[in-house]
């Protein structure tokens, strides 16, 4: 085990850093200059300022300065050099708060004069694990129930229905799903609020509408573990001798029919914690997923890399951790 | 089975503590949703109006303009009084002695000098530098400035500490001769002299332009240094947030999420402070149209700056049949020459009239490419006025505004929206085939402009293109268009749609044959909307070049009688929208806002359409008058100076 996780954790940056290559390499072909205001038009020589200001004439210099700041080589050799102890000095004589050096730096946002990336995530990533984790609770609880269902009678009535039911959550898209959701629960009900993030009452509908395609593919797993499961030897000894039907379920085929389910789980959480564009827009979320689109849309090379690469991170960690559980709970897996 | 569920008790444990510790503040005095998400609170960094609006509320100028009044009138704000030299020439501002920062520290001369002084540096990139080189002097300066740090990367020096020393000691250079070059002085901590290049007429609209607004130097210049490589002074971000801000406007920034919030408080030192009718404002950060419209109908918003979602039209007609309904009120009420808030206000209560749709300060537009060779080596027909006049003439506006828009906004026949601008007359324009009264009319005009292209040797087989931006409804008005040039001229036509960054970048380049356009004035004077057409400037997307045009705004540029200038300018916009048609005026903008006139006063509804959002109150709060605040007319003809 603990060698599976050092050989992960070891890969890690190699594969951020192929991630980072191809992403910065695509960024920087999209069209348009990101210090560009829309209607009035700085000088040429202001825009040629800015541009060597950001490295942003120089692939190279671009390339090799971004990774230096953001994986924490700037930090360690200004530190060593002495120069973060005397920037706070020269603070502190001039009576104000020391210069905040975040270790990993992922740049200013280019779009955003007031803001750094850093910040950017720190505000919006802990609100979209919060809806993504919602989600994927509401998701499973939704999933394995209607899995479970359908399992028990394949083919009857039941199980048709919750056929229809998660043939829905993945072909509606999440914009239909999200606006009805509002019509009827916020706007006509008036049960929760519209435009709004912070009270557990504004989490529950885009919480729900983020969670039914998940919870539609997770049923569909778990009906066909159930199924598989419930043919299996161990059951019909299980019923033989005498097991409860409910324990048998539960306790027996569940904890096998799981494990499809539990691999899913970590791209999943990846997903539904680094934030949706539609869901956040329709229903006000200040979460991270408007970034992946906003940032691209205005250029803003410095936090397209800083989404993408917390988004890399999260994918490549949350499959860990579900590697790890596996083994856990599946001691058969070894190796 | 619980390995199994502890997943699942590690999802529930984070959302749990994720909610229990993001907890809500009170609902403000006055929530609006703003234009878009406020990109700086940087005065001098600034350029767009979601984010001056909010500068307004935070920071505080030389002087303001009364947005309640007719005449838009130049009113004091921190400069109590003023005086401006016979020659027009220099201006002396008396600062009022009990105007504060938020750390308590008084509001001086100097603090406007190092303001002005900071905008003025080519390593701030200011977008609006240019209104600051009018001062005398400026322009040397920038430009050695510029000319300094060009020398500065190719000099050589023999060690990176030495390089970094005199990075430092080039900035403490540049403050030396910015004090020897530029003629802004104070001669006392409560007088500022700015003495200018050239009289201009508008200098104190522009002094009350928050890009004008003083910044704290001694804050400021903490997160600005010369940067030991380049010597260009480096912007770190950081000052403007909650905590850390020092301002000296009406109201203080307590909180600001990005993306989510922005909270104001009434700021205790400000020198107006009891003039206040609201202590608290929210600006949450709405992106989606129709959540917008929906978090207005639930009542969460008092005020929504700009609706956008596409049935805005639709709760525009509505409003048509309320004012319908209620026929005769409405007329009486219109009768007395009231503006149409207090109209509203005074009508029976009725959700259907909270929208509002007033004339903006813009216009929308299309461009000609006017350079001879288009970018793809052809040579170009539209270089030809004539040719432009005919494609001007051949566009049914009215059909735009009445089917396309649905706004309710008027016509363009100029760039410059009739009535914006005290004193100034402009021209009349060209009837367009809309006008037409009848079929013969329309013909006549159809032929008249197809005599035009005759005349200037069409070719018969060129593609006429129009480009335009994806979203915004573009597209059917480039449909509209296209299909009248088809009709009256019998030309090709190939709409183009393109992501609005591409779209700018084809404009610059001037790789269009015809594109879509809008502009919005930034201050009270023709030349916001006329210098776009000269030919050095930066926003000449038409490569318009006509040494005639230019040197009427030299004239009129050295002219001392106001109303002979006036004259002047008019004589150019006559020039562009009756002779030559660089572009071709369509509409003026109408802003469209949402709220409840009973409820919430102190709006202007002056074209200009700048808010001073300090002025609001919310009628029978409680808090402050309570009283209707409508538009006043015009003190006088002249402005008061």
Known sequence: MTNLVLRRLLQLPLILLVIYTITLGLAWLVPGNPLENPDRRPKPEVIEQMNRQYNLDSFPRFYFSYLRNATGITWLSDAAAGRLARERELAALSGLPAPHRPIFDLGPSLEYD???????????????VTLGAAAI???????????????VRPNSLADLSTLVVSLIGISLPSFVIGTVLLLVFALILGWFPVAEWGTPRSIVLPAVTLSLPFAAYIARLTRMGMIDALGADYIRTARAKGAAELSVLLKHALKNAFLPVLSFLGPAAALAMTGSFIVERVFTVPGMGQHFVNAVQNKDLFLIMGVVLIFATMLILFNLAVDVLYRWVDPRIES | MLRLL???????????????????????????????????????????????????LIFEGLVQNDVLSDDYAIIPAIAESWTVSEDGLTYTFHLRDNARWTNGSPVTAQDFRFTWRRALLPDLASDYVGMFLLIRGAQDFYDWREQALNDFGERQFPSARARAEAADELWEHTKDRFDEMVALTAPDPLTLVVELERPIPYFLD??????????????????????????????????????????NGPFELVRWRFKRDMRLEANDLWWNRESLAIESIDIPSVNDPNAVTLAFQTGSVDWVSDVTAAYRGDLLADKLDFYREHAEEYERLKAKGLDPYEIDRRLPEDPRKHIKATPAFGVYFYNFNCRPILADGRPNPFHDARVRRAFAMCIDKQAIVDEVRRLGESVAHTLIPPGSIGGYTGPQGI?????????????????????????????????????????????????????????????????????????????????FITARAGWYGDYGDPTTFLNINQSQDGNNDRAYSNPEFDALLDRAAAELDPAERMAILAEAERMLVEEEFPLVPIFIYNNVQLFDSARVTGLTAHPRSKNNLYLIDILGDGKGPDKPRPMRPARSAEPAQ
């Not at chain 2, 749990?16 to 940087?42: C, E, H, K, Y």
């Not at chain 2, 183009?496 to 970048?505: L, V």
């Open chain 2, 6 to 56: 502890l997943p699942v008790f590690l999802l529930l444990a984070l959302v749990g503590a994720s909610v229990l510790s993001d907890r809500p503040m009170p609902r403000a005095d006055f929530v609006f949703i703003n234009r878009g998400d406020v990109n700086t609170l940087d005065p001098q960094r600034m350029s767009w109006m979601q984010d001056l609006r909010v500068a307004r």
């Open chain 1, 114 to 128: 007031d803001w750094t990336v850093n910040e950017i995530v720190a505000g919006s990533l802990p609100i979209s």
């Open chain 1, 137 to 151: 609770l509401i998701a499973l609880v939704i999933g394995v129930a209607t899995g479970v269902i359908g399992a």
């Open chain 2, 206 to 247: 522009l002094c009350a332009f928050a890009v004008f607004y003083p910044v704290y130097g001694p804050l400021v210049s903490q997160f600005e240094r010369p940067d030991p490589v380049t010597a260009r002074l480096m912007r770190r971000p950081g000052w403007t947030k909650p905590g850390v801000l020092i301002s």
């Open chain 2, 431 to 511: 009837p367009h085939i809309g006008q037409a009264r009848n079929e013969a009319e329309r013909e006549a005009i159809a032929q008249e402009a197809r005599a035009l292209l005759e005349e200037a040797d069409f070719p018969p087989n060129f593609v006429v293109e129009l480009l335009f931006n994806t979203d915004g409804g573009h597209d059917l008005i480039a449909q509209a268009i296209a299909k009248n040039w088809q009709e009256y001229l019998g030309v090709q036509t190939r709409l183009t749609q393109k992501e609005i960054k591409i779209f700018r970048e084809d404009l610059k380049n001037h790789r």
